[in-house]
T-cell receptor, first 112, second 113 residues
């Protein structure tokens, strides 16, 4: 399984863009990068995923480097409700079902 | 709105008790998962199921069993609860297609005394 490395914590001012980095240098060619977040006392929430092209949805943008060894999740206009732990995950397929390997994540704090 | 629900948000049990954690999803998903989450250890997969009556061990199945009699329901069983099973338990589901995201329930915080 490809491992991911994320900074343990980050701060961002409300209204600014939050850029969360993730390193996954051992990722293989058919593995996707997924981002989830977990707000305190809630279950994880899917944000976005990608293979090699940049992706954008209503929640965030995902930028994957050309060599696919790292990626950045961008929350364009962070709000206080975006305070959460953000997990960068490389998806592994096992027995036909998805197995998500969660690391320690980045604790993002949005400051007023 | 799609939902994964878990039977309890908080549960307190005594050592040696048999504990049932229930998870129900209304999305007709084939795959269902049980994780536990502990500080400093992140999420760890206990068991998963890719069809009714089918189950596969995850990374930490010891001390647990599961049951999937109906597609929408996946139960986690602690045959004889121990204090080291005090944790947050999270259920998730996903369609069979490998490119879909997992939907998580709100979690059950279990304390074993």
């Amino acid at each position: 399984d490809a491992k991911t490395t994320q900074p343990p914590s980050m701060d961002c001012a409300e209204g600014r863009a939050a850029n969360l980095p993730c390193n996954h240098s051992t990722i293989s060619g058919n593995e996707y990068v997924y981002w989830y977040r977990q707000i305190h006392s809630q279950g994880p929430q899917y944000i976005i995923h990608g293979l090699k092209n940049n992706e954008t949805n209503e929640m965030a943008s995902l930028i994957i480097t050309e060599d696919r060894k790292s990626s950045t999740l961008i929350l364009p206009h962070a709000t206080l409700r975006d305070t959460a732990v953000y997990y960068c995950i490389v998806r592994v397929v096992f027995q036909g079902a998805q197995k998500l390997v969660f690391g320690q994540g980045t604790r993002l704090t949005i400051n007023p | 709105d799609v939902k994964v629900t878990q039977s309890s948000r908080y549960l307190v049990k005594r050592t040696g008790e048999k504990v049932f954690l229930e998870c129900v999803q209304d999305m007709d998903h084939e795959n269902m998962f049980w994780y536990r989450q502990d500080p400093g250890l992140g999420l760890r997969l206990i068991y998963f199921s890719y069809d009714v009556k089918m189950k596969e061990k995850g990374d930490i199945p010891e001390g647990y069993s599961v049951s999937r009699e109906k597609k929408e329901r996946f139960s986690l069983i602690l045959e004889s609860a121990s204090t080291n099973q005090t944790s947050m338990y999270l259920c998730a589901s996903t369609e069979r297609s490998q490119y879909n995201e997992q939907f998580f329930g709100p979690g059950t915080r279990l304390t074993v005394l």
